[in-house]
């Protein structure tokens, strides 16, 4: 089984040689799907090692991400940040000045080309935050394709701007009642819409979950972050950071921010996950810090069920976090030791935004505050020649109106 | 009480050989445990075995249902709503299966048979009667561990086929289906449908060449012409969402109203499937 990412000169290590053959990462993964849909997954598998083995695959995705994207995002010091902690240097790997203000871009631009490869035109997706809605509508307009994103009623509530930004790109936004109203329930109304359309519909999966082989391909579209990091890290210290922190919702960012790191032994990687209001059941999303391994969604990972199998409710303040599983290869890095996970809190979340935007003048999103959060933390406990780097995976335009509604209950 | 008849996958192989015998095919009955309460239950699955069904799908109901359209979601959503549990599943098939002739099998979703362990979610399955599983999440590739504990347990494990299956696949996956072999009318997900699919019959028709296992028919299927014309080519028919809907529809009803109307309806199903030899 090739593990080839689109970039061949990454080595690869053991912890990087996954999936396998059945979209294994050790124990966790795999495709756990209603038959309906087996052929539609390998047909994409098929279309994927084809694309990557094709130098004109790359040669259009590279140009897209360089042209309408705005890649490479560049690295920044986070200068007062860093004063303020009194530790480590502080650094920013800027994805919120990606084209849609989130690492989202990535993978829509990849995997719509992936889409027109197989001939399939129409074009449906699920969204928490609407970040990674609006990067698939922003994709289907580039690419000419019809946009169909399954959003829960009440992330179309706390995320508005981006509902009338997919609108205006010419997407259909589905506010979907079911269950909690939020990620999880926009997943199962996108799969149950594929189980009916899979001929000629591609479902363009926002994170690095879904069955085999979703995380894969995710990753490896997400990964030109990390590759990014490292050469920017190379150039600019003539090393490798120390540390490098994303949050975790799917795991996306958190993903392709890792990967290229994963053999390189001597870079701390931690994952921040939903810490919510408390560490009682139901009051967070931090699957691998609380959860145990079960399936949900097409995938076997670390997910928050009851006793029983069911998925439990989860919270979080940040839309794009609130879900109940995250990707299989986390689970994987998790149980390998390889990658710290840990948790933060909403209202250190919500500290997290203001510090940043008052020291820094930059909104971040409300799930990358999450590991900011925890990096203001830990970088004030490290001596200050080690480099910390923070995927600031998104911009927050599209969270100012909720926190200021929230902002705005705590002040009575 | 004690019956001598088969258990397991030899109880569903015997339901079968006696349809051949008599000239008659299958009606299964989908219901969902727990809905609206477990009481319920039991007295709705013994109506459908009055009304003449061969067998029965008991769906346990799950949180994230993807291969399910509004109507069974909403069904499994009251279940739950209304505290069902799998130790309260297997508690009603007990009851049940003490008082009916058809195998229950139960359609489960791999999440739940995986969070409680294969080996104990099978061996709970088989001391409370459960004949087999359908599990409508769990393609050929990653059924080994549930294969061999459903194989050593005598119990059977139905596979599906659906219109999207290429043929050499199609032909692998009924080699591995015990039971019989489900055959989903539709690329999509449950819920009664007003016509059947173009191609379902001649689907069957190339399945039945294929195999000997028997082959059941079933998503989108709720009229008795329906049933009937499927089960001209097929082992027989799987009712589900147009029994559950009408099951929502009586839900107000004194208990003994709604099982009257499902005895009415499943009865009608199965005249209508056994004499379509
Ligand atoms: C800015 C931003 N960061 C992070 C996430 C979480 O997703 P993932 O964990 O897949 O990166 C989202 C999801 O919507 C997001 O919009």
């Given at each position: 089984m090739s593990t080839t990412s689109p970039a061949p000169s990454a080595p690869l290590g053991p912890l990087s040689s996954v999936p396998d053959?059945?979209?294994?990462?050790?124990?966790?993964?795999?495709?756990?799907?209603?038959?309906?849909?087996?052929?539609?997954?390998?047909?994409?598998?098929?279309?994927?090692?084809?694309?990557?083995?094709?130098?004109?695959?790359?040669?259009?995705?590279?140009?897209?991400?360089?042209?309408?994207?705005?890649?490479?995002?560049?690295?920044?010091?986070?200068?007062?940040?860093?004063?303020?902690?009194?530790?480590?240097?502080?650094?920013?790997?800027?994805?919120d000045l990606s084209h849609t203000g989130a690492h989202k871009i990535n993978n829509t631009l990849g995997q719509g080309l992936l889409a027109m490869r197989m001939g399939k035109r129409r074009i449906i997706?699920?969204?928490?935050?609407?970040?990674?809605?609006?990067?698939?509508?922003?994709?289907?307009?580039?690419?000419?394709?019809?946009?169909?994103?399954?959003?829960?009623?009440?992330?179309v509530r706390r995320q508005a701007p981006n509902v009338r930004n997919m609108r205006f790109m010419g997407a259909e936004v589905r506010p979907v009642e079911t269950g909690s109203r939020t990620l999880r329930d926009a997943i199962n109304e996108a799969m149950r819409d594929w189980m009916g359309s899979v001929e000629n519909t591609h479902y363009i999966i926002g994170s690095v979950v879904g069955p085999h082989p979703f995380p894969r391909i995710v990753r490896d579209f997400q990964s030109v972050i990390g590759r990014e990091a490292?050469?920017?890290?190379?150039?600019?210290?003539g090393r490798l950071p120390d540390m490098v922190v994303a949050c975790v919702g799917g795991g996306s960012n958190a993903a392709g921010m890792f990967y290229p790191f994963i053999d390189?032994?001597?870079?701390?990687?931690?994952?921040?996950?939903?810490?919510?209001?408390?560490?009682?059941?139901?009051?967070?999303?931090?699957?691998?810090?609380?959860?145990?391994?079960?399936?949900?969604?097409?995938?076997?990972?670390?997910?928050?069920?009851?006793?029983d199998?069911?998925?439990?409710?989860v919270h979080s303040v940040s839309a794009g976090l609130d879900y109940p599983g995250v990707g299989p290869e986390h689970s994987y890095w998790r149980d390998a030791g390889r990658v710290e996970y840990t948790s933060v809190t909403d209202s250190e979340a919500l500290d997290a935004f203001d510090l940043v935007a008052r020291r820094e003048g930059i909104l971040p999103a409300l799930e990358t505050s999450h590991a900011i959060a925890w990096a203001v933390k830990e970088a004030a406990r490290r001596p200050a020649d080690e480099i910390l780097v923070i995927c600031l995976s998104g911009r927050g335009d599209k969270d100012a109106a909720e926190i200021a509604r929230l902002r705005g209950m705590v002040d009575g | 009480m004690e019956k001598t008849m088969p258990s397991g996958t030899a109880s569903i192989a015997a339901v079968f050989a006696a349809n051949r015998e008599q000239q008659r095919k299958a009606l299964a009955p989908f219901v969902t445990a727990g809905d609206p309460d477990v009481d319920t239950t039991v007295a709705i699955l013994e109506a459908i075995d009055r009304a003449g069904a061969s067998?029965?799908?008991?769906?346990?109901?799950?949180?994230?249902?993807?291969?399910?359209?509004?109507?069974?979601?909403?069904?499994?959503?009251?279940?739950?709503?209304?505290?069902?549990?799998?130790?309260?599943?297997?508690?009603?098939?007990?009851?049940?299966?003490?008082?009916?002739?058809?195998?229950?099998?139960?359609?489960?979703?791999?999440?739940?048979?995986?969070?409680?362990g294969i080996d104990r979610f099978v061996a709970d399955a088989k001391a409370a009667g459960l004949a087999g599983f359908v599990v409508p999440d769990l393609p050929v590739e990653e059924?080994?561990?549930?294969?061999?504990?459903?194989?050593?347990?005598?119990?059977?494990?139905?596979?599906?086929?659906?219109?999207?299956?290429?043929?050499?696949?199609?032909?692998?996956?009924?080699?591995?289906?015990?039971?019989?072999?489900?055959?989903?009318?539709v690329a999509g997900v449950t819920g009664a449908r007003t016509d059947l699919p173009a191609g379902l019959i001649d689907r069957v028709k190339w399945l039945r060449t294929k195999t000997?296992?028997?082959?059941?028919?079933?998503?989108?299927?709720?009229?008795?012409?329906?049933?009937k014309a499927v089960a001209a080519v097929a082992d027989g028919v799987i009712v589900g969402s147009a029994l559950v809907r009408h099951l929502a529809e009586a839900g107000s009803k004194p208990r003994e109203e709604l099982v009257r109307g499902v005895e009415d309806y499943v009865g009608k199903l199965a005249a209508a499937v056994g004499t379509s030899c």
């Open positions: 053959a059945l979209g294994r990462f050790g124990r966790f993964g795999g495709r756990y799907v209603p038959e309906t849909l087996s052929a539609a997954l390998e047909q994409l598998e098929r279309a994927y090692e084809d694309a990557i083995a094709d130098p004109a695959f790359a040669q259009e995705l590279d140009g897209l991400l360089a042209a309408f994207v705005g890649r490479p995002t560049p690295l920044l010091f986070a200068e007062r940040l860093t004063k303020l902690a009194g530790g480590a240097q502080i650094y920013f790997k800027r994805e997706a699920e969204t928490g935050a609407g970040q990674h809605g609006v990067a698939t509508a922003t994709a289907c307009a580039r690419f000419g394709l019809d946009c169909i994103v399954y959003m829960g009623s009440e992330d490292v050469d920017q890290c190379r150039r600019q210290f390189h032994a001597g870079v701390r990687l931690i994952g921040v996950e939903a810490g919510g209001r408390s560490a009682k059941a139901g009051d967070h999303a931090a699957s691998l810090s609380y959860g145990s391994p079960g399936i949900l969604h097409g995938s076997l990972s670390y997910v928050l069920q009851n006793e199998g069911q998925t439990a409710d | 067998l029965c799908e008991l769906g346990v109901p799950y949180s994230d249902p993807i291969a399910d359209g509004a109507v069974i979601q909403a069904s499994y959503t009251r279940a739950l709503d209304n505290g069902m549990t799998i130790e309260a599943l297997f508690a009603t098939v007990k009851r049940a299966a003490a008082k009916v002739r058809m195998p229950i099998l139960a359609m489960a979703s791999y999440s739940i048979i995986f969070r409680r059924s080994d561990d549930l294969d061999a504990a459903c194989r050593s347990a005598g119990l059977a494990l139905v596979r599906l086929v659906t219109p999207t299956t290429p043929p050499d696949r199609a032909e692998a996956i009924a080699r591995r289906s015990t039971g019989f072999l489900y055959c989903v009318s000997d296992v028997p082959i059941l028919v079933g998503f989108g299927i709720s009229t008795p012409e329906q049933a």
